[in-house]
Structure formats: C-alpha cells, structure tokens
C-alpha cells in the first residue's frame, strides 16, 4: 500500500500521461485510493498494470457502493494488488446516477482484466450500472426476470411487516 | 365360515407365552392344525386368534407412517441437524423415516432445511411436483417457516407460500430431536389422528382447511342398491363439488367405537362392496 505521499506521487504521474485523468485521491485508515474520472478509468487501470514500477497485474476484486444522497451517487471500487511487492491500491471511479430513468454507464475492463467479468456483472445486477463492452451485460445471481436492483439504497429491504407487542401501534391497518 | 368376532386384545400370537405349559399346549395346537385333526370351532378360535382385523386404509396408513422416506434436500444450516437426525446417536430409523432417498420420485417426505431463497422456491416447487402421492412436507426452523431473519428482498418469507406444508418445525435450527418430534407429529397426521394444536387450546375444532378423518380412518362403505343410513355409515363417494362444500353440513363425526361397529355391521351384510379409495389425507398441491 503506498503511503500519502507515494499515492500523490502516483496520481501527479498518472495525470502527467494522460491529463485528467485522476481527479483526486484519498487516503484514510491506511488505505490509499485514487478517484478517476469514470470514463477514464481504463486508462489508469491500464497504466497501473502495465507500466514499469506499477504492475498490479491482479484485480483482486471489483464493487460497487451507492452514496445516496451524495453526487455522484455510484462508485465503482477497483481493488489492485501488486504481488510481487504485495501492495495494494484501490482506485474508484465516480458514476453520477443516468438520470431520466437511464441507467448509469461505465466502460468495462473485462479485456484487461479477465476476473472482472463476473463482478461486473454483480455490479450490473445489484445496482443497475451498466458496463460498455462487457461480452455478457446480464444479471448473476438474482432471477433473470427480476425487477429492480436490490442493493440500491432506495430500494425497499423487503421482508413483511412483523407485529411484535412494541411495534403493534406502528402497523398500518392493526389496532388494538 | 361364522367368524366369531372378539376383541382381539391380547390374543396376539407375537405375544410371549406366560409359562412354559402353556407354550406347549400353543405347539400341540399348531402342530393339530397342521395336520388338518383341528376341527369346528377350535379351528375358528385357532385362525381368529392368529388373524389381525382392520380395515385397508389404517393398514395402509399404519404403512405409509411408519416408512416415510425423506428426499435428500438440504437448504442450509438446518441441514447439518436434519442429517445428524439419521446419525446413530438420534437414530431416527426408530420411527422409520432414515431413508433418505436420492430421487424424488422415491420419496415421500420433502424436509425444507433452511431459508428458502426466491431462486430456490420454482426449483423445491418442481422437486415437490415430481414426488409422488401421497407425499407430506415439514417446514424445518425459522427460515423456511416465516423467512426468519432474513426479512429482505432475496427470501421467501414462509414457505407455505408456494407449497402446502404439513408439519412446520420451530427453532434456528430445531435439535434433531425438535425434527424428529414433527416427524412424530406427522405420523399422528398419517393414521388419521392429528395433533390439533392451538385448536384444542381454543376449542376451534370444525376450523380445520382439511376434512378431519374419523379416528377409525377413512370409511370407504356403501351399500349396493340402497342409500346407507343416514349417520351410520358415511361413505366417501365422487367428491363434492365447491358449492356443495360451503352448504353442506359438516359430517357427523364418528368415534372409534361407532365407526367400528359401523364397519362390523356393514361387514356382515353380504352386499357390500367397497367404492372407490377416498381422497388421502396427505395433501394434493
């Protein structure tokens, strides 16, 4: 894991090459992360696994967490591991929401990195990001005619309302 | 022949002699009968005391209860206590129900172990279609009963919403003796004398969905070119249709005493025959 300043050494280098491309970099409890720019993000992927003095040539995993209410409200994590030095970097790349009822779009690394194909498709089937040039954009692990993205923080938990003696007031259509 | 009709309690020939004497005098008979010297009514008493009477169906349901074969089905964690459940230390081939058959054709028992997700519910539905009748299905622990703890969006809450389940089991997750306490339970549901439950706590009875068979089991009984009496012998024709299920009258129900009489009764009156098999108690889908 590079420390503060290494990863400011790392996003100016990478910034250098390809201009714009970081738009930031975090680093809390130890843990370093570079913010990309979402429809960037092959490109610093691409230079943090294959330039000399990188070379994270593993993605151990690949996720997506919704911020809502913040703006953007997606990111999309993007876990490096260098094994050789045995260093690991995340970087995240910011997905606003589409808007307009669309679905928000990131470019898939499936041919740089192979492993990503089934995350992304968790991705997809979770919270609903869509991933360009993915070979087969479709749902993982719920049922294929599922409605919805259940791990978007606006979507209902689920389950069916219990009514316990504390929580008999609450029910709708229960009195006493 | 005149069968001279007798309880037959505690003449059962499995029943160990009392004394030596008369262990003897029971092969003297034997041997008699065997060579054909016993005659007239010591004949009689000899076969009616070496013959057990019953009707077909509490045989057949005595059968079925005490061989239920369970699917080889495991959910999740209540699995590990479900196959502990046939482990020689809850051993529960005692009741015949350790057979856990490899295919649901095989089976008569579907034991849901576990939290039922809302993938898995087409796939136990179609493992319940393909077993054959009469099958039975126990909801095991708190998952597959009420969806548990998993009160989200992946999670069947209650199994019972896409199939019908006899027996649910509490617990997370029940003992193998909590299992095996429902499958005696079931069992009971089988021979026809079921565990009412909070009925009898409330006095409920009559607000069973199923029809409650008499404790003598099902009667299939009726008499040829005449209507059976009324009250005496309730035969189970061509099944009601649905508005005559919501007018008619509930059944008189029958005590075991009465419904055996009944049985004699009709029994010895030659013209009977019996109609078709009732409707079994084991739940159709």
């Known amino acids: 894991m590079p420390d503060a300043p290494?990863?400011?050494?790392?996003?100016?280098?990478?910034?250098?090459?390809?201009?714009?491309a970081v738009v930031g970099s975090t680093y809390e409890h130890g843990q370093a992360a570079l913010l990309a720019d979402k429809d960037r993000i092959r490109e610093v992927l691409a230079h943090l696994r294959d330039s000399p003095g990188h070379e994270y040539r593993a993605l151990t995993s690949l996720h997506a967490a919704d911020y809502l209410p913040a703006e953007p409200r997606f990111a999309v994590h993007y876990e490096l591991?260098?094994?050789?030095?045995?260093?690991?970097?995340?970087?995240?790349?910011?997905?606003?929401?589409?808007?307009?009822?669309?679905?928000?779009?990131?470019?898939?690394?499936?041919?740089?990195?192979?492993?990503?194909?089934?995350?992304?498709?968790?991705?997809?089937?979770?919270?609903?990001?869509?991933?360009?040039?993915?070979?087969?954009?479709?749902?993982?692990?719920?049922?294929?005619?599922?409605?919805?993205?259940?791990?978007?923080?606006d979507f209902p938990v689920g389950g069916e309302p219990v009514i316990f003696t504390n929580t008999e007031d609450s029910v709708p259509g229960w009195t006493k | 022949m005149d069968v001279e009709r007798t309880k037959l309690r505690g003449l059962s020939p499995l029943e160990e002699p009392r004394s030596p004497e008369e262990l003897r005098v029971r092969q003297l008979k034997a041997r008699d009968m065997l060579r054909g010297d016993l005659e007239g009514a010591d004949l009689?008493?000899?076969?009616?005391?070496?013959?057990?009477?019953?009707?077909?169906?509490?045989?057949?349901?005595?059968?079925?209860?005490?061989?239920?074969?369970?699917?080889?089905?495991?959910?999740?964690?209540?699995?590990?206590?479900?196959?502990?459940?046939?482990?020689?230390?809850?051993?529960?081939?005692?009741?015949?129900?350790?057979?856990?058959?490899?295919?649901?054709?095989?089976?008569?028992?579907?034991?849901?172990?576990?939290?039922?997700?809302?993938k898995m519910a087409p796939v136990i539905r179609r493992i319940y279609d393909q077993m054959l009748e009469p099958k039975w299905v126990i909801s095991m622990g708190a998952c597959s009963s009420s969806g548990g703890m998993f009160a989200n969006y992946a999670v069947v809450q209650g199994a019972d919403k896409f199939l019908p389940v006899d027996i649910h089991v509490p617990g997370c997750p029940p003992r193998p003796e909590a299992l095996i306490y429902g499958i005696l339970k079931l069992q009971r549901k089988i021979f026809g004398e079921p565990d009412l439950g909070w009925r009898r706590r409330y006095e409920a009875y009559g607000t069973e969905e199923e029809e409650r068979p008499s404790k003598a089991g099902p009667l299939p009984i009726e008499r040829v070119g005449a209507t059976p009496a009324a009250g005496i012998v309730e035969g189970r024709g061509p099944a009601p249709t649905e508005a005559e299920l919501h007018t008619a009258p509930t059944h008189p129900e029958l005590t075991g005493h009465e419904a055996e009489d009944a049985f004699e009764e009709a029994a010895e009156d030659e013209r009977v025959r019996p109609s078709r098999p009732p409707s079994g108690w084991g739940g159709d889908a």
């Open chain 1, 81 to 153: 591991l260098n094994m050789a030095r045995v260093e690991r970097l995340r970087v995240k790349a910011l997905v606003p929401d589409g808007g307009d009822g669309t679905m928000p779009e990131l470019d898939s690394v499936v041919d740089l990195f192979p492993t990503a194909d089934f995350q992304e498709r968790e991705v997809y089937d979770f919270f609903g990001i869509h991933f360009r040039g993915h070979p087969d954009m479709r749902r993982i692990l719920m049922p294929e005619d599922y409605v919805g993205h259940p791990q978007r923080r």
């Open chain 1, 6 to 20: 290494g990863l400011e050494l790392i996003a100016h280098e990478i910034n250098g090459r390809h201009q714009g």
């Open chain 2, 44 to 118: 009689d008493r000899y076969v009616e005391s070496r013959v057990l009477t019953t009707t077909l169906e509490r045989a057949q349901n005595w059968a079925r209860g005490n061989s239920l074969f369970p699917a080889t089905f495991g959910l999740a964690c209540c699995a590990i206590e479900m196959m502990s459940m046939v482990s020689a230390r809850y051993d529960t081939a005692r009741f015949g129900a350790e057979v856990f058959r490899a295919s649901p054709r095989q089976a008569d028992m579907l034991i849901l172990s576990g939290r039922v997700s809302i």
